[in-house]
């Protein structure tokens, strides 16, 4: 699994390429959680992700519990049928914000970044 980070905007995206295993989520946890002590908008950009398994969401659950402390904005866009389907099975589909695609997350979120006083 790679993680590659970039920015768009105010908003930080993490694309996550290959299969969330046990044996891959130490690299992504270490990605996602040294991204929200810096940032204030991450995203996870799950289209290449064909396979997660559960530790692969205790990953992501982790992820959005450190935003929820920081008052951070955190989602999750491009989910495959595969990783839609795992959380919806645990009804972590109605916990996290999910976005269909890219445009649509930074545009949603971006809006609900506060502006910087002129």
């Given at each position: 699994m790679k993680v590659n980070i970039r920015?768009?905007?105010h908003a930080t995206i993490l694309d996550v390429d290959g299969q969330i295993t046990f044996e891959s989520t130490p690299g992504l946890r270490d990605h996602l959680l040294e991204t929200l002590k810096q940032?204030?908008?991450v995203?996870?950009?799950l289209a290449q992700?064909?396979?997660?398994?559960?530790?692969?969401?205790?990953?992501l659950v982790?992820?959005?519990?450190?935003?929820?402390?920081?008052?951070?904005h955190f989602g999750l866009f491009g989910?495959?049928?595969n990783t839609r389907s795992v959380l919806e099975l645990v009804r972590l589909d109605k916990v996290f914000k999910i976005f269909e695609n890219e445009d649509e997350a930074v545009r949603q979120l971006a809006?609900?970044?506060p502006k910087e006083p002129a």
């Open positions: 920015q768009r905007g940032k204030d908008t995203l996870v950009n992700v064909a396979y997660m398994d559960s530790s692969g969401i205790a990953t982790e992820g959005l519990k450190a935003a929820q402390s920081r008052k951070a989910l495959t049928k809006a609900a970044v």
